[in-house]
């Protein structure tokens, strides 16, 4: 029988290279990557049957690179493995589409199931959080406006670049923008969120799950 086809992104590689071993098992394992930007590029070069993200990754995180993804037409069913277990980043990881959001402490009891149910077309909550999940819906928390939520794309792409202490000139580099333009970028979002400095520009990315502390 034909193994299903995942894609690994995490970018601590200990943690990688531990979920190596589970996932190989039953699993061909295509690749493992470190950042949302190499998984958006591979999950388009190698048409993987399942993607297992983390939320926060450098470049670019894994809420984003999906929404990328799904913007693609990327068939892949995706999974998120993250460390965050406030209910906030599960609903915005089910409001893309996701089918799986599963804690790293439990991915070696959780993470395979996970995996199988999506396989089948079905979705997998770890029941460390599922009723927390489903009363936030039911008393509509799901549905709280993050004002993060008003920005473009691209907007959201150099959020995270600054918050992650990169200059005008890097992010410019790596969104293939002019340097002048990614300035624009951060002096509109800043006033958008009404931010004043950098520094709180980071301690934001850093609240919101979109960088590591």
């Known amino acids: 029988m034909k193994r299903a ?4 992104a995490d970018d601590h590689r200990i943690v990688a290279e531990g979920l190596r071993s589970l996932l190989e098992s039953e699993f061909e394992l295509v ?3 470190e950042d949302g930007r190499t998984l958006v590029a591979r999950a388009q070069e190698l048409f993987p049957d399942v993607i297992v993200a983390d939320i926060t990754m450098p470049l670019l995180n894994g809420i984003e690179a999906v929404r990328q993804l799904k ?8 999974i998120f ?5 406030d209910v906030t980043y599960a609903a915005k990881a089910f409001e893309l589409g996701a089918s799986g959001f599963v804690l790293k402490h439990s991915a070696p009891s959780e993470l395979v199931t996970a995996i199988r149910e999506a396989l089948a077309g079905r979705t997998y909550v770890t029941p460390l959080i599922a009723g927390e999940l489903m009363q936030a819906y039911r008393d509509g928390a799901g549905q709280r406006q993050d004002p993060a939520a008003a920005l ?3 907007q959201r792409e150099v959020l995270q670049l600054f918050a992650e202490g990169r200059s005008a000139k890097e992010v410019a580099t790596i969104l293939r923008i002019s340097p002048r333009t990614a300035e624009f970028h951060k002096a509109s979002i800043m006033r958008m969120l009404g931010l004043r ?11 919101h799950g979109i960088i590591a502390s």
């Open 31 to 33: 690749d493992i990557v």
């Open 71 to 78: 913007k693609a037409d990327v068939p892949a069913k995706v």
């Open 81 to 85: 493995l993250t460390m965050h277990q």
């Open 152 to 154: 473009t794309p691209r």
């Open 197 to 207: 400095t950098t520094a709180e520009l980071a301690q934001y990315a850093v609240r």
């Open 5 to 8: 086809r995942v894609l690994l």
